[in-house]
């Protein structure tokens, strides 16, 4: 045999996406392009943070300036959880239907024009309406952006698809430590008779990343392997394979001749919602989706209203707000949500949501009994326990509330079942920013006993599913039989 006819590197047949994925688990090379793609997926999490904390320390401005009511003020924070809510449901359909790329391409839109409207609204329903379209590009954003992280990452080893996914996480509270930094020199650098403009610079900022983005990700952004192989469209995967992580790779052409392109991958499970509540998937679904309503009302109830925590039942001034509810997303939130990732890299994921959500109750439990501190110990103690609640969160339901339904699903629902989940969120948060200012204004801090709940609920769910989404590859065609056994 000529030294012509052998190739200096060997070329690995696919015929599914399971091939794909075995490939990707298997490679070892340091695909840098890979690790832009995970970046820019990050980055449209960085601005779903940034957008949702925006008015977390602006809102009372807001309720001065246009006058609001109690109602009123919760339909303004709420809006954008409802367009949330339908723009995951649309997103994560379309993420699954037409691809991650076309989507992922087309949602940093809904963020630079709702920004800048946000920014500029002369009246309250301009305002409702711009967070509203923020709110679609959230939706649609969350579930293409894990799906990248999934699908882009090997299954085990360093930066694998867990510990990628739980980046989300931290990610999500340095956005949230950056708007409060560009609040707090904003709060400097505006004179005295424009403070109330600290909401609307805030606002228009979220414009600049999103642009940003925009710019970097047509360069490097490509579709997802799995995804290409899983409709059949094998030379698209040959061809990301190559270009994303240097795998040289072909498209099997000894396949069964009575089988095409689009029926290559039969094992895998339909575009539909209704899929998400038969077996095998129906105990994920539910364990997933009581995780998706509970996470968020009590984020909501902690981390969007910190600022009025702080100022309301710690008697905080504005300078002292600012920098307590910054040095709590530093020093607690943040590195709760590095610890996360190393968690996800080494623990069952099941076992890292059960520690954080038990850590939570407790935390939230001793700030009702605390009630409103009086003396520097009281009030040292319910700022130990508001860093405790964001520590678990980062490390433990906040990361785990992504991994979950992420590794619950095969390529082809992945979308799906993300923005069903997704959705769920923005229900538990619009209900949260709707009913917490109520209970805050009847109950106090005993409103923090009726957040308790929402903690304890999925650790029942969690010990009775015992389903655990890291211990085989979802994406593996036999892993998919052997859990529907």
């Not at 038990?358 to 319910?382: D, M, S």
């Not at 699903?409 to 959705?423: M, N, V, W």
């Not at 989404?469 to 892993?479: K, L, S």
């Amino acid at each position: 045999m000529s030294t012509l006819d052998i190739e200096p590197v060997a070329s690995s047949p696919i015929r599914s996406a399971s091939d794909v994925s075995r490939l990707i688990n298997a490679s070892t090379a340091r695909a840098s392009h890979t690790r832009v793609i995970v970046l820019l997926a990050l980055g449209g999490v960085f601005l779903d943070a940034y957008d949702l904390t925006t008015l977390s320390y602006g809102i009372q401005d807001v309720v001065r300036e246009f006058h609001l009511t109690p109602a009123l003020t919760g339909f303004v924070t709420s809006s954008i959880m409802i367009g949330t809510i339908l723009g995951s449901l649309v997103g994560g359909w379309f993420t699954d239907r037409i691809g991650r790329y076309q989507v992922f391409m087309a949602d940093m839109l809904f963020f630079v024009v709702a920004a800048i409207a946000a920014g500029l609204a002369p009246n309250v329903w301009v305002l409702i309406a711009a967070r509203f379209v923020m709110g679609l590009g959230v939706g649609i954003d969350l579930p293409v952006a894990m799906a990248f992280l999934s699908e882009f990452s090997r299954f085990q080893g360093s930066g694998n698809k867990a510990s990628r996914l739980a980046a989300w996480c931290p990610m999500w509270y340095a956005a949230s430590s950056v708007c409060f930094l560009i609040v707090f020199g904003l709060y400097f650098l505006l004179p005295q008779e424009h403070a109330g403009w600290l909401w609307r610079a805030s606002l228009i900022f979220g414009a600049v990343p999103a642009l940003i983005i925009i710019a970097v990700r047509s360069r490097f952004m490509n579709e997802s392997p799995l995804w290409a192989a899983n409709q059949g469209k094998l030379d698209d995967a040959v061809r990301i394979l190559r270009e994303s992580y240097g795998i040289r790779a072909h498209k099997d052409e000894h396949k069964d001749e009575h089988k095409d392109d689009a029926a290559s991958a039969v094992s895998q499970p339909p575009v539909s919602f209704r899929v998400l509540f038969r077996k095998p998937y129906l105990a994920r679904t539910i364990v997933a989706s009581v995780m998706n309503l509970c996470i968020p009302f009590e984020y909501t109830a902690i981390a969007f209203f910190l600022p009025s925590i702080l100022s309301q039942f710690l008697g905080a001034g504005v300078f002292e707000t600012i920098s307590a509810s910054l040095a709590l997303n530093v020093l607690f939130a943040l590195t709760g949500g590095l610890l996360g990732m190393r968690l996800a890299h080494t623990r069952p994921s099941r076992h890292v949501a059960l520690a954080g959500f038990a850590l939570q109750f407790v935390a939230l439990v001793a700030l009702a009994l605390l009630g409103h501190p009086q003396t520097a110990l009281g009030i040292g103690i319910a700022l130990a326990m508001l860093g405790t609640w964001l520590f678990a969160e980062g490390f433990g339901p906040g990361a785990q509330m992504m991994i979950y339904p992420a590794l619950s699903y095969p390529t082809s629902i992945r979308g799906t079942g993300l923005g069903f989940g997704r959705a769920l969120s923005g229900i538990g948060s619009a209900v949260a920013l709707f009913v917490l200012p109520i209970l805050n204004a009847r109950l106090g801090t005993d409103m923090f006993w009726v957040v308790a709940l929402t903690a304890i609920i999925p650790i029942g769910f969690l010990a009775l599913v015992k389903y655990e989404p890291t211990e085989h590859d979802i994406d593996d065609e036999d892993t998919i039989h052997a859990s529907a056994r």
